[in-house]
Antibody
Framework: QLQLHESGPGLVKPSETLSLTCTVSGGSINNNSYHWGWIRQSPGKGLEWIGSIYHGGSTYDSPSLKGRLTTSIDTSKNQFSLRLSSMTAADTAVYYC????????????????WGQGTLVTVSS | EVVLTQSPVTLSLSPGERATLSCRASQSVGDSLGWYQQKPGQSPRLLIHDVSKRATGIPARFSGSGSGTDFTLTISSVEPEDFALYYCQQRTGWPRSYTFGQGTKLEI
């Protein structure tokens, strides 16, 4: 059973860059059956997918972030990371790292594994 | 961008009743539709994938149906532990992206 755990700062100043890391245990981040990603949830709001990455380092991101997002993968540490630049108060949210499983029945991926989430507050 | 609209925003039921939650897409999403449950203070968990297939370990009282733009999550007989937030989610093929509905709160 995969387990995911986020780490990173809980407080970021406006205009700075957020860096978060997700450590995967219970399986290999190189497994072709998984993609990896980030989802955030603003206080009292719904879920917003931010971006995903998969083996080899290929990425796909939410168009709403307009190029602010960089995701990377470190297979030696079984980790993947997020960097979100030009942070504003609107980016205050709980950030979840997620593992997406591939389903043969459709060929689609779904968010099967979730970290516990980490609250990131943007404030000076 | 595909927009998912869930209704109702809040559904008030008693244990043992049938719950019907709706998710409508702004354009056809084919069979790329999932449902998630989120309890207070917890991470979401996958309930249904591919419109109607239960994820591993999900009780049979949860079922999904629909096609094209209109989808439904049904809980045949609500248990006390089912009171939570429910989100639908779809995947856009190209460029690949994911969107969620705004959620339905199932309350006692």
């Amino acid at each position: 059973q995969l387990q995911l755990h986020e780490s990173g700062p809980g407080l970021v100043k406006p205009s700075e860059t957020l860096s978060l890391t997700c450590t995967v245990s219970g399986g290999s981040i190189n497994n072709n059956s998984y993609h990896w990603g980030w989802i955030r949830q603003s206080p009292g709001k719904g879920l917003e997918w931010i971006g995903s990455i998969y083996h080899g380092g290929s990425t796909y991101d939410s168009p709403s972030l307009k190029g602010r997002l960089t995701t990377s993968i470190d297979t030696s540490k079984n980790q993947f990371s997020l960097r979100l630049s030009s942070m504003t108060a609107a980016d205050t949210a709980v950030y979840y790292c997620v593992g997406l499983s591939y389903y043969d029945s459709s060929g689609y991926y779904y968010f099967d594994y979730w970290g516990q989430g980490t609250l990131v507050t943007v404030s000076s | 961008e595909v927009v998912l609209t869930q209704s109702p925003v809040t559904l008030s039921l008693s244990p043992g009743e049938r719950a019907t939650l709706s998710c409508r897409a702004s354009q056809s999403v084919g069979d790329s539709l999932g449902w998630y449950q989120q309890k207070p203070g917890q991470s979401p968990r996958l309930l249904i994938h591919d419109v109607s297939k239960r994820a591993t370990g999900i009780p049979a009282r949860f079922s999904g149906s629909g096609s094209g733009t209109d989808f439904t999550l049904t809980i045949s007989s609500v248990e006390p532990e089912d009171f939570a937030l429910y989100y639908c989610q779809q995947r856009t093929g190209w460029p690949r992206s994911y969107t969620f509905g705004q959620g339905t709160k199932l309350e006692i």
